[in-house]
């Protein structure tokens, strides 16, 4: 549930092209809601680029794809619940974050180009 979450929260920044009006709750896409959202092509454009940054789909080199383990795996467990987290995923969020495109992704060497990893370290210290 937890990664449901942040996909939600992720999804939403890039629709909205905003670190605002992120609204994580249960059933934000329901099923019908969901296979409504997606036949947009901004919502298809949208999911297939929050996969590709999470490492999902697209070859990216190998520092961007250590750093995205450790976003993973410090904002996953208790993401769902836990406001402090997604005010971290907001602030964190780099303007780049909303006009890279998938294909930038194979060439990123650091995901501090998308997100501040400065936020990540706020959260382990």
């Not at 501040?116 to 706020?122: F, W, Y």
């Amino acid at each position: 549930m937890d990664e449901d979450f942040l996909v939600q929260a992720l999804l939403q920044a890039r629709m909205n092209r905003s670190r605002g009006n992120i609204v994580i709750k249960t059933g934000f896409f329901g099923r019908r809601d969901l296979e409504r959202e997606l036949k947009t092509p901004k919502a298809q454009e949208a999911l297939h680029f929050v996969a590709g940054f999470l490492g999902f789909m697209v070859k990216t080199p190998i520092p961007y794809g250590r750093e995205i383990e450790k976003f993973k795996a410090y904002f996953t467990p208790g993401f769902a619940s836990n406001d402090s987290k997604h005010e971290q995923l907001r602030r964190g969020l780099r303007e780049s974050y909303f006009d890279a495109t998938i294909e930038s992704l194979e060439t990123t060497e650091t995901l501090d180009a998308l997100f501040d990893l400065a936020e990540l370290k706020k959260g382990h210290g």
